[in-house]
């Protein structure tokens, strides 16, 4: 079973950047698609990013697309980074994953990643 760790949150100021980390157990680079999601206090759970095996494709949720980039190392890493940051981007973040490339529907849907970090807090001041 995959354990995953994220870290690299924090409290920023509106405008400012954040580089999460989320390391696993095992190598994943080639065999797991990775996403980032996000959880703000009494909201849903929301998608924010997914990288699939060996990088080879990206895809990034509207609410973060033209400021964030995720990327993956050859081993067991992703990243997300995100620039111009806002208040309404403080969330709980959670590094996901699921073995296998994901088809287009499914790399956005929490409910298709089976291994899940703790979750890294991200709190942006206006």
Same mark, same amino acid.
């Given at each position: 079973?995959? $354990?995953?760790?994220?870290? =690299? =949150?924090?409290?920023? $100021? !509106?405008? +400012?950047?954040? &580089?999460?980390?989320? $390391?696993?157990?095992?190598r994943t680079s080639s065999d797991y698609t990775m996403g980032w999601f996000r959880q703000a206090p009494g909201r849903e759970t929301e998608f924010v990013a !997914?990288?699939?095996?060996? +990088? &080879?494709? *990206?895809?990034? !949720? /509207?609410?973060v697309k033209g400021r964030s980039g995720i990327s993956r190392d050859y081993v067991n890493s992703v990243f997300l980074e995100i620039d111009s940051l806002r208040p309404e981007d403080t969330a709980v973040y959670y590094c996901a994953a699921r073995a296998g490339p994901a088809d287009? !529907? /499914?790399?956005? *849907?929490?409910?298709?990643?089976?291994?899940? +970090? $703790? +979750? *890294?807090q991200v709190s942006v001041s206006s």
């Open positions: 079973q995959v $354990q995953l760790v994220e870290s =690299g =949150g924090g409290l920023v $100021q !509106a405008g +400012g950047s954040l &580089r999460l980390s989320c $390391q696993a157990s095992e !997914a990288i699939s095996p060996f +990088g &080879r494709d *990206t895809y990034t !949720a /509207d609410s287009y !529907a /499914d790399y956005s *849907t929490s409910g298709e990643y089976p291994y899940w +970090g $703790q +979750g *890294t």
